[in-house]
Every structure is written in C-alpha cells, then in structure tokens.
C-alpha cells in the first residue's frame, strides 16, 4: 500500500514515529495533519507522551491544554 507521498505505509509510519520521538525528546512543537473526510484538520503542539498499547498520543497545545490523539486519525507529521 502507498501513501500519497509514494511512500509505503511503514516507511511512512517510520518518518512519524521519529518525529514524534523528536517532538516528545526535545519538546519541539508538531504539526499533525489529522483525518477527516470533510476538512482540513491541524493539531499544533508538543507530543508529551506515546502509548502504544492504546495507539495513542497526548499532545500538549498549551500550557494547561493538552488532548489524546488517536494514532490511527495521523495522516502527516511537520516539525
């Protein structure tokens, strides 16, 4: 299976997994192009944990503000 990109789908998922690594290590911000059948949807922030048994993210957007991500609704990471 190919990605827009062209990329495979686990070649894909390894360039979003080093870069949510990055984000969480550094505390760089993301951007992280979300699913969504019907718009555009970006979550801006810093990735403060992984949890891989659930497939989730917690991103946090402000300082008090964060939110749980489903890993399955990534579709593109930016750094």
């Known amino acids: 299976m190919k990605t827009r ?3 495979s789908y ?8 080093l ?3 990055h984000s969480m290590e550094d505390h760089a911000p993301v951007d992280l ?3 969504d ?9 810093i990735v403060m944990q992984v949890d891989r048994q659930l497939k989730r ?3 946090r957007w402000s300082d008090e503000d964060w939110d749980w991500i ?7 990471v930016t750094i």
Not at 70 to 76: D, R, V
């Open 10 to 17: 686990q070649a894909e998922w390894e360039l979003i997994d």
């Open 37 to 45: 059948p019907f718009n555009e949807r970006i979550a801006k922030g």
């Open 5 to 7: 990109t062209g990329k």
């Open 70 to 76: 489903e890993m399955s609704e990534i579709i593109a």
């Open 57 to 59: 993210i917690k991103l």
């Open 33 to 35: 192009e979300l699913f």
């Open 19 to 21: 870069a949510l690594y």
